[in-house]
C-alpha cells in the first residue's frame, strides 16, 4: 500500500509540474524489459541476444558512466528501409551457385525476422548491366549503327531467367519489401562513343532513355514488383572504359530531370519516387546545382548518396539547403582491402548506421547481396568486392559476413516508418549512438564504442545501465505492442 501511495504521489507531482505533458505519457511499468543483441569484434557474438536488462524509475546514473538520454517525442526523418543491391551476380549465385536447401535458408535470413533472420526491406536492382553481371546487356541492345528511338525492340527477357525469379522469392518472404531501379549505362547506341562502357547520353536521345527508364518500371509492374524509388544513372561522374558506366554532369541531370524523366514518370502516372546522384560524399556539389531549378526539384523526391569519398557530414549539407528533400544512402562495398573483422564493423556502424542517420539519412543499402568466393561474377570493375553473404563455388560453405551483422543490428529491430529520436550525441568513436522509435511505440538504441564504456541510458524518467564492451556493436530494443 506504502508504494503505491509514493508511485501515485510521484505521477501526480510530474503532471503538476509539467502540464503539457498527460498523466497517461508519464506512466509506466515499475520495470520494463530490455532486449538486447550482441555482436564482438572477436566474432564470438553475432547478433545474439543477451540476458535482457530492466528499465527502471530512477534518476541516478551510475557513476562514470556516459549518460544517454533519449527524447521519443523529438522526431527527425522518418526510415525508408535498409538492405542491398540484388546484382545480376548476386541473382546468379542466389538462382544458380546455391543448392535449393541453401537458397531457402539464406534468403529466410535476409528477408525474414523469423528465427535469426535480419528482415531486410530494401532492395537496390542495377537497371541493365553493371560491373557484376554475367557479361554485358541493355534491355535495347542493336547491332552497330543500328537506332530504336520508339523502343520498339525493348525486352526485360533477360532478367526474366533468373533475377526477376530471385526478386520474387525475396518478396514473397517479406510482402513489405522495396526496390530501387539504378542505370549504369544507357543502350550503347543512344551514347556519344556507341558503347557501354564510358561515354555519355547524347541529348538528341533524353527523351528515348526516359522512356526506357519508364518501360524498366512498367515491365517489372507487369511481374509484381513495384519500383518505389529510381535515380537516373549510377555514379555519374565515373566513366570507366572496363564496364558499363555513363557520365551525366549536374548540368545535364537538371535538364533530364526537368524536362524528360520528371515529366515522363508523371504522364505514365507512375508512383515511383525519383532520387537524383547516387554517387559519392565528397561530390555534394553535384546535387546542390540540380536542385537550383525549382522546375527540376519539383520531380526529385531525394537524393542518394555512396560511401567511396569523402565525408558523411555531406548528407547534412544538402538537408540543411533542401529539408523537403529526403537523404537516402544507396550504395557501400567491403573488400578484401578491408580484411580485418572489427575494423570493418567499427568503421561501418560509426559511417553508415550511426553517422548516416545522424545526417539525415533514411536508409542504409549496401552493394552486392550475394558474391562467390572470387567475388563474383564479375564484368570488369570492383574486382575483391565483398558480399554481404559469400557462397564458395567449391566447397558450398556460406559464409554471413560483418555487413550481414550490420544490416542486421538495425534491419531486425527498426521498421520502415520508424523515426529516428534524439538522443544525446558522443563522438570520436566512444558510447556513439543512435535511436528511433517504431510505429508500434517500441524504442530502439544502437551504440559502439571503440574502447569499453559504461553507458547509464535514461527514458522518461526511467534508466537502464550498461558497459559497452570495446569494438562491440550493440541493439537495444524496449516497449511497443509487439514483441521481436
Request: with cysteine; net charge negative.
Amino acid at each position: 500500500m506504502r508504494r503505491f501511495f509514493t508511485l501515485t504521489a510521484s505521477l501526480l507531482c510530474l503532471c503538476f509540474a509539467n502540464p503539457n505533458r498527460s498523466l497517461m505519457q508519464n506512466t509506466h511499468p515499475e520495470t520494463t524489459a530490455v532486449s538486447i543483441w550482441l555482436t564482438l569484434p572477436d566474432r564470438t557474438q553475432l547478433l545474439q541476444p543477451q540476458p535482457d536488462l530492466l528499465l527502471a524509475p530512477t534518476d541516478i546514473p551510475a557513476e562514470g558512466s556516459r549518460v544517454i538520454v533519449l527524447d521519443s517525442d523529438v522526431r527527425y526523418q522518418q526510415m525508408e528501409g535498409f538492405g542491398a543491391a540484388l546484382t545480376d551476380s548476386s541473382a546468379w549465385n542466389i538462382m544458380h551457385v546455391m543448392s535449393s536447401r541453401q537458397r531457402e535458408q539464406v534468403m529466410h535470413d535476409l528477408f525474414t525476422r523469423e528465427g535469426d533472420g535480419i528482415g531486410l526491406s530494401y532492395v537496390r536492382i542495377p537497371i541493365g548491366a553493371s560491373d557484376f553481371s554475367l557479361h554485358d546487356q541493355t534491355y535495347n541492345d542493336l547491332p552497330a549503327g543500328e537506332t530504336d528511338p520508339a523502343l520498339d525492340q525493348f525486352s526485360i527477357n533477360y532478367d526474366e531467367a533468373y533475377i526477376i525469379p530471385a526478386l520474387l522469392q525475396a518478396q514473397a518472404l517479406n510482402s513489405q519489401l522495396r526496390f530501387m531501379g539504378s542505370p549504369w549505362s544507357a543502350p550503347a547506341w543512344m551514347k556519344n562513343n556507341g558503347a557501354l562502357h564510358g561515354g555519355s547520353l547524347l541529348p538528341d536521345y533524353y527523351p528515348a532513355f526516359a522512356d526506357y527508364l519508364v518501360r524498366w518500371i512498367q515491365a517489372y509492374d507487369a511481374h509484381g514488383l513495384n519500383i518505389d524509388t529510381l535515380t537516373p544513372q549510377n555514379e555519374p561522374l565515373h566513366m570507366n572504359p572496363g564496364y558499363p558506366t555513363m557520365g551525366m554532369t549536374a548540368e545535364a541531370q537538371q535538364t533530364f530531370v526537368r524536362d524528360y524523366l520528371g515529366p515522363a514518370l508523371a504522364a505514365a502516372d507512375l508512383d515511383t519516387r525519383l532520387l537524383i546522384f547516387d554517387h559519392n560524399w565528397d561530390l555534394a556539389d553535384y546535387p546542390l546545382t540540380v536542385l537550383e531549378d525549382p522546375a527540376a526539384a519539383a520531380y526529385v523526391d531525394g537524393i542518394a548518396f555512396h560511401c567511396y569519398g569523402g565525408s558523411v557530414s555531406a548528407q547534412s549539407r544538402v538537408h540543411e539547403a533542401h529539408s523537403d528533400k529526403g537523404i537516402w544512402f544507396t550504395e557501400c562495398s567491403g573488400g578484401d582491402w578491408a580484411a580485418n573483422f572489427g575494423d570493418n564493423l567499427s568503421w561501418n556502424i560509426r559511417n553508415l548506421v550511426i553517422g548516416n542517420f545522424r545526417n539525415w539519412g533514411n536508409s542504409v543499402i549496401l552493394w552486392n547481396l550475394v558474391l562467390d568466393q572470387e567475388a563474383g561474377p564479375q564484368n570488369g570493375g570492383c574486382g575483391d568486392c565483398r558480399g554481404v553473404v559469400t557462397i564458395n563455388q567449391v566447397s558450398g560453405a556460406v559464409t554471413y559476413n560483418e555487413e550481414y551483422y550490420v544490416l542486421g543490428h538495425v534491419s531486425r529491430f527498426v521498421d520502415p516508418g520508424a523515426y529516428r529520436i534524439d538522443s544525446t550525441e558522443f563522438r570520436m568513436g566512444v558510447a556513439e549512438n543512435v535511436a528511433f522509435v517504431n510505429p508500434d511505440g517500441s524504442l530502439v538504441l544502437i551504440a559502439h564504442s571503440v574502447i569499453d564504456a559504461p553507458i547509464t541510458v535514461t527514458w522518461q524518467g526511467q534508466q537502464f545501465e550498461y558497459e559497452l564492451p570495446a569494438g562491440a556493436l550493440v541493439t537495444f530494443k524496449w516497449g511497443g505492442t509487439s514483441a521481436d
